[in-house]
């Protein structure tokens, strides 16, 4: 392909999953129900939900041993906090540390780092019932716990860790937290108060981290993106600058300062839902120091300027519905790109972006980046001869790993590079026919088939570009 990358000799090349879209097993040694299992019943219907997944709880070794063949350095996946504490507050299950144990072993056997998130959208369901998920403090303590019970138990074996999955984002889907209020100022306010207590809960854990493991590196996972002005109008472009703000440069700033930014605060206020804080959170906040900045990337947006009192009801402030991509905060219309190409499920494809992203992170806060996610959602075939031949992935994978490699000759430090998925599993919200796998898992959505798997173009050529640290895409 011509260009040269220049990789350090240490860069980190893996691939990611998630406890519920890999495991299945879901009711199987002593796991405990999740938020993330019941959004997938509810939709069992239509599409594939979480109980089988892609069986990883049962073929685990297989899969490992294909990770391993494809060079992996690390592997990027999550524990599942129900398996570990079935109730989210209540007894340690057993079983849920031994599981683990044994994945890590045999990844560390096989040379392979695990790179641990301890919570990825799946709360124990029953912490939920309890009180109401995040909206309560002991949602909070009940993390503290759990973090370091797996700090404890896997820390003499793991160094990398990270927090929460996407906070940013998950915080803004109303089913990942399990927010069901109808009314949007009630929504609104129970989200900022779940958002904060998730960021307390990450400022806990990053310090239990460095008390229990003297040499980890923990940080967070932020779903990152840039958003492009419709046109040079100053008021399109604001509109961009606010929606970068409100999707992630809050939440970074937050970890990074311990504090809400301004404009993050002014929102807070005039939407009348500041969330309740204790006076000895500004201490714990601020003295969490996070080593590395994880982000996750797979497009980028683009937004026309919205007046606030436009398509809203007369009188009306215009914070509504507080939707991922759509009219957020009432100050932007999301649009499509004309100058991107999309994935067959919408995702504008844009590597330049990734390379604005780590340029705009790396000069603000100055710690190691890795990217933890990034890939393209298809619906792949299995061709007669038993192969997927997936160009379209190779050439979306290849052209984020030149913008990577342009962002370390722009001075960038970026550890390494692990995208999604290792393979095919449970979309976060679109069953299993969107994979993202370089290996595929011989499943539909309601046909379990022989649930084997099998290597895609994909496999092959990534296995050559770690082979060659990057040299040859
Ligand atoms: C990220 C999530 O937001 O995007 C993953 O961390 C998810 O869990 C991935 O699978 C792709 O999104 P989706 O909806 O296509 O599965």
Request: charge should be negative.
């Amino acid at each position: 392909e011509g260009t040269k990358t220049n990789f350090p000799k240490n860069f980190l090349w893996g691939a990611s999953s998630s406890a519920f879209q890999i495991e299945g097993g879901w009711a199987e040694g002593g796991k405990g129900i999740t938020v993330a299992d019941v959004n997938s019943f509810k939709r069992s219907e239509i599409q594939a939900d979480s109980k089988v997944a892609s069986d990883f709880y049962h073929h685990w070794e297989e899969d490992i041993r294909l990770m391993k063949e494809m060079g992996m350095q690390i592997y990027r996946f999550s524990i599942s906090w129900a398996r570990i504490i079935p109730d989210g507050d209540g007894e340690v299950n057993q079983a849920g540390i031994d599981f683990y144990h044994k994945i890590i072993d045999c990844l560390l056997e096989q040379g392979i780092q695990p790179f641990i998130t301890l919570y990825h959208f799946d709360l124990p369901y029953a912490l939920v019932k309890k009180y109401n998920g995040w909206e309560s403090r002991e949602c909070v303590m009940a993390f503290e716990r759990y973090a370091s019970v797996c700090l404890k138990a896997f820390g003499d074996k793991v160094t990398y860790w990270q927090v929460h999955n996407e906070q940013n984002l998950m915080v803004r889907v109303n089913e990942r937290v399990n927010i069901t209020a109808d009314d949007a100022w009630e929504a609104d306010r129970q989200r900022a108060q779940m958002d904060y207590h998730m960021f307390l809960a990450h400022a806990l854990a990053v310090k239990a981290c460095h008390s229990i493991i003297p040499d980890g590196n923990i940080g967070p996972a932020v779903s990152s993106t840039c958003t492009y002005p419709e046109s040079n109008k100053p008021e399109d472009v604001w509109a961009a600058r606010m929606n970068d703000w409100f999707k992630t440069d809050y939440c970074l700033d937050m970890h990074y300062y311990g504090r809400y930014p301004g404009y993050y605060m002014r929102y807070l206020e005039e939407r009348k839902i500041v969330p309740v804080m204790e006076p000895e959170d500004e201490e714990i906040l601020k003295d969490a120091k996070m080593d590395f900045i994880a982000l996750n990337y797979y497009r980028t947006l683009c937004v026309r300027y919205l007046p606030t009192d436009e398509g809203h009801p007369a009188g009306e402030r215009a914070f509504p519905i507080n939707e991922v991509d759509f009219d957020q905060y009432g100050y932007f219309h999301h649009i499509k790109n004309e100058h991107l190409a999309s994935s067959e499920y919408g995702a504008q494809i844009d590597p330049l972006g990734l390379r604005t992203v780590l340029n705009s992170y790396y000069q603000k806060y100055h710690l190691p980046l890795i990217v933890t996610e990034n890939g393209l959602g298809a619906a792949d075939t299995l061709t007669e001869d038993g192969k997927v031949h997936d160009e379209y992935r190779i050439s979306y994978l290849r052209e984020h790993i030149k913008a990577i490699s342009q962002a370390i000759e722009d001075g960038v430090s970026v550890m390494g590079y692990s995208p999604w998925s290792f393979m095919d599993l449970l979309s976060s919200h679109e069953g299993f026919r969107k994979r993202y796998g370089f290996v595929y898992v011989n499943r539909d959505d309601h046909d379990l088939k022989d649930m084997s798997r099998i290597k895609k173009d994909s496999y092959f050529w990534y296995k050559r570009v770690i082979e060659t640290n990057g040299d040859e895409l």
